[in-house]
């Protein structure tokens, strides 16, 4: 069964850090892309980052959250600082079996390039 958890949501203040977590189960996790994708109330959903053999960031992110990779276990981290309320969403972890897919927002209505998905993980950035 695949899977994918996400942790390490909560709440901070603006300024802060937080770093999340997606442990990855079920399939060959060399074979793909992992990244996270995040989306706000009344927003559309929003791909932020990506990694595999080299990273990417969507512009809202660049310079602030940086993401890694633990491939011994499975572990994908996205390290989120000097957070802003406008970071405030839901965090998805995803899976794609094709290249990175494309960061920034979706419309509504588009079928994401995401193979698998994780349940996601509140964080909310207190002003």
């Known amino acids: 069964e695949v899977q994918l958890v996400e942790s390490g949501g909560g709440l901070v203040q603006a300024g802060g850090s937080l770093r999340l977590s997606c442990a990855a189960s079920g399939f060959t996790f060399g074979d793909y892309a992992i990244g996270w994708f995040r989306q706000a109330p009344g927003k559309e959903r929003e791909g932020v980052s990506c990694?595999?053999?080299?990273?990417y960031y969507a512009d809202s992110v660049k310079g602030r959250f940086t993401i890694s990779s633990d491939n011994a276990n499975n572990t994908v981290y996205l390290q989120m600082n000097s957070l802003k309320p406008e970071d405030t969403a839901v965090y998805y972890c995803?899976?794609?079996?094709?290249?990175?897919?494309?960061?920034?927002?979706?419309?509504?209505?588009?079928?994401?390039?995401?193979?698998?998905w994780g349940l996601g993980t509140q964080v909310t950035v207190a002003s």
């Open positions: 995803a899976a794609s079996v094709s290249w990175c897919f494309r960061l920034g927002f979706y419309p509504r209505d588009t079928v994401l390039p995401v193979d698998y």
């Open positions: 990694i595999r053999e080299r990273t």
